[in-house]
C-alpha cells in the first residue's frame, strides 16, 4: 500500500515510519517541510496528485504543553487548521481511498465522564490551557466526519492519549509533560541541585501511552480495514498523578533532590483517561509499560544530548 505520512520527523510520525517500513507490502512516502510546505494549499495539492498515494496519515501538527499553548494560541489555531484541511482537501481531489487524521484526547471536555468515551466530543467546556490547539483538532475531526457523510469517504479519526518516547520534543519550557519533566530533573541532578520547581500541584491524573504502541494501533487499523467508526481512542488504560510520574523520573535519573511544586501555576484538566474499548475490538492493545517507555524516552534524550538545544 503507497502510504503518505505528514509529519514524519514528528514524535509520531516518526514512529509511523519505523513502524510501518517493518510490514510487508507497505510503501512509505515522505517529504520535508523545506520541501512540502503543509501550510501552501497549491503545493500541497500538487504534492498528492503526483503521488497519488492509497493511505494518507495526517501527523503534521503544531505541537506543545501548556507553556506554549497559553503564548502562541493563534499559531496553534491557525496552522494547524490549514495544515490538516489541506492535506484532507487535496487527498480527496486526488481519489484517496484511506485518510487517518492523528487528534488528541485534549479534543474532549475538561470534566468529561471517566474513562471519556468518543460520544463524550462537544459535551461540555474545554480546558482553557490548550483551547486553541483543541479547537483546530475538533475542526478536523468534523471535517473527517462530513466527508464521510458526503462522499462516504473510508476515513477515520484517531484520538490518543498524552503521547511520549524516542523523537519528542524535550523542550522544558514548551514540551508535553514527559519530556519537560524529564530535562528538569536531569538538569537539576547533573549542576547538584537539591531541589527542582515543577509546575501545578501534582495532583491532576494523566494516562500515558509509549509513542510506538500508538503506531502499532494505528497499522492495526489499516491491516484489519478497521473503518467502521469515525472517532477511536488509543489509551494505555493506566493512569499516574503528575507527582507519582515526577517521582518515577525521579527514580530513574537518580535524582534525590526534593520537588518543589508551583501552586500558582496551572495543572491543567484534572483527569483525563479514555476509553479505549472499541479499538480493543481488533484486538490491540499496549505493550510497553510507563517504566520501560520512560527508559527508552531517557537514554534517547541521553544518547544524542538533547539538553544541550532544550
Not at 142 to 159: C, D, E, G, P, T
Request: contains cysteine; proline residues 4%; hydrophobic residues 40%.
Amino acid at each position: 500500500m503507497k502510504t503518505f505520512i505528514a509529519g514524519h520527523n514528528g514524535l509520531v510520525g516518526s514512529s509511523l515510519v519505523r513502524v510501518f517500513e517493518s510490514k510487508p507490502a507497505v510503501e512509505i512516502h515522505t517529504i520535508g517541510r523545506t520541501k512540502l510546505d503543509l501550510l501552501n494549499r497549491d503545493h500541497v495539492f500538487s504534492y498528492l496528485n503526483d503521488l497519488k498515494p492509497e493511505l494518507v496519515i495526517i501527523a503534521a501538527a503544531k505541537v506543545g504543553g501548556i507553556k506554549s499553548n497559553s503564548t502562541f494560541p493563534v499559531d496553534f489555531l491557525t496552522q494547524n487548521l490549514i495544515m490538516q484541511t489541506n492535506l484532507m482537501d487535496a487527498s480527496f481531489a486526488s481519489n484517496v481511498k484511506n485518510v487517518i487524521f492523528l487528534g488528541s484526547s485534549c479534543i474532549y471536555p475538561k470534566h468529561a465522564e471517566q474513562p471519556i468515551k468518543e460520544k463524550s466530543l462537544l459535551t461540555g467546556p474545554l480546558e482553557v490551557t490548550n483551547e486553541a490547539y483543541a479547537i483546530a483538532k475538533i475542526a478536523g475531526v468534523k471535517l473527517i466526519q462530513a466527508y464521510r457523510k458526503q462522499y462516504s469517504q473510508n476515513w477515520i479519526s484517531v484520538m490518543p492519549c498524552n503521547l511520549y518516547g524516542v523523537g519528542d520534543n524535550f523542550n522544558a519550557e514548551l514540551g508535553h509533560v514527559i519530556p519537560a519533566l524529564i530535562n528538569k530533573i536531569y538538569r537539576a541532578k547533573t549542576v547538584g541541585e537539591n531541589s527542582v520547581k515543577l509546575w501545578g500541584s501534582g495532583n491532576a491524573l494523566r494516562e500515558f501511552l509509549y509513542v510506538d504502541d500508538l503506531a502499532k494501533a494505528i497499522y492495526k487499523i489499516v491491516e484489519t480495514e478497521f473503518f467502521k467508526y469515525d472517532i477511536l481512542n488509543v489509551g494505555s488504560g493506566t493512569e499516574i498523578t503528575i507527582r507519582d510520574l515526577a517521582e518515577l523520573i525521579c527514580k530513574i535519573l537518580e535524582f534525590e533532590g526534593e520537588i518543589q511544586w508551583d501552586v500558582s501555576m496551572p495543572d491543567g484538566t484534572p483527569r483525563k483517561v479514555l476509553d479505549s474499548s472499541l479499538i480493543s475490538e481488533i484486538g490491540w492493545e499496549p505493550s510497553v509499560s510507563l517504566e520501560k517507555g520512560l527508559i527508552e524516552a531517557i537514554n534517547y534524550f541521553r544518547k544524542n544530548k538533547l539538553w544541550e538545544v532544550n
